[in-house]
């Protein structure tokens, strides 16, 4: 069941916070998924240049079982904001939707655009790019990254509408 939810509504509740736990992505990410709307708690994956991490975890499980029942994730990828290679594509789109992902952000770019837009998974990333990364087992998973500047950590939550993207330390809604 998807969350009930509007980040400009959440920006207004949590503007004044200055713990750091309420943060606000900059407005650079393109949406290219057919789910607009998203939010889950965080998984995460720091890489450059090389997709194996991001293959590796929308080939997982992408929900938690909670007492409140099943809860979709939301792989958030530190690419590093390179714009040279594709950390994700037909293939790996449709993955994540198949194996439960509420959504994909990428700090980095996609490929195969007309094929992630019939997926069923929201996906953020910053532009299309056609080129393939290399294979190399490289990068990092469950750890802090920073995506364009802030601070996103595993167990985070965020939240994507078609105003942007929001992360907070615990769930708002």
């Known amino acids: 069941m998807p969350i009930a939810f ?49 293959k590796a975890a929308v080939d997982a499980q992408g929900w938690v079982d909670t007492p409140a029942g099943r809860v979709a994730q939301v792989l958030v990828v530190d690419g590093g904001a390179s714009l040279r290679k594709a950390l994700l594509g037909g293939n ?42 290399e294979k190399r087992n490289q990068g990092e998973v469950g750890v802090a990254v920073q995506v364009q500047g802030v601070w996103v950590r595993p167990g985070d939550w965020l939240y994507a509408d078609e105003d942007g993207i929001v992360v907070s330390a615990t769930a708002l809604v």
């Not at 713990?19 to 890489?47: E, I, N």
């Not at 959504?103 to 910053?126: F, N, S, Y």
């Open 6 to 54: 509007a980040t400009c509504d959440l920006c207004d509740a949590y503007k004044a916070d200055t713990s750091g736990d309420f943060r606000v992505l900059p407005p650079v990410f393109r949406d290219f998924g057919a789910v607009r709307k998203f939010a889950g708690p965080v998984v995460t994956v720091k890489c450059f240049e090389d997709n194996t991490l991001v």
């Open 92 to 133: 790996l789109g449709a993955a994540a939707a198949r194996n439960g992902w509420a959504g994909v952000v990428i700090d980095g770019c996609v490929r195969d655009t007309a094929e992630l837009a019939t997926q069923a998974v929201g996906i953020r990333a910053l532009a299309p790019m056609p080129l393939p990364t």
